[in-house]
Nanobody, 131 residues
Framework: QEQLAESGGGSVQAGGSMRLSCEAS??????????MGWFRQTPGNEREGVAA????????YYGASVKGRFTISHDKAKRTLYLQMTSLRPEDTAMYYC??????????????????????WGRGTRVTVSS
């Protein structure tokens, strides 16, 4: 069983919306608090932090390029993370990766949206936005 399983990617026209989901396996996510998020990557470029959330606090964190357009949310009972994307642009086209980290200190650093702060990565789901 994959530890993080993304779904919901596909193709959409610019200006449209899409929702990504990521279900975490029970052997990864327990009853304690943890961090989850989304990164994206295009060929030849570094991974970009999109959004992150810490289940032990109220904060959500967004990359500058998506702030105000994307919303991250989480259903702890379902161990599922969501990314609602609106007003999509062609530059949002990328492979989107769900990430998670269960270390006790994760909540202290996730606001930086650094890929190195997340130990678990999903396989990714592709999002294509056409103009």
């Amino acid at each position: 069983q994959e530890q993080l399983a993304e779904s919901g990617g596909g193709s959409v026209q610019a200006g449209g919306s899409m929702r990504l989901s990521c279900e975490a396996s029970p052997n990864l996510i327990g009853d304690g608090d943890y961090c989850m998020g989304w990164f994206r990557q295009t060929p030849g470029n570094e991974r970009e932090g999109v959004a992150a959330i810490y289940t032990g606090g109220p904060g959500t964190y967004y990359g500058a390029s998506v702030k105000g357009r994307f919303t991250i949310s989480h259903d702890k009972a379902k161990r599922t993370l969501y990314l609602q994307m609106t007003s999509l642009r062609p530059e949002d086209t990328a492979m989107y990766y769900c990430v998670a980290d269960v270390r006790a200190t994760c909540g202290l650093v996730i606001s930086q949206l650094q890929s190195s702060d997340f130990r678990r990565w999903g396989r990714g789901t592709r999002v294509t936005v056409s103009s």
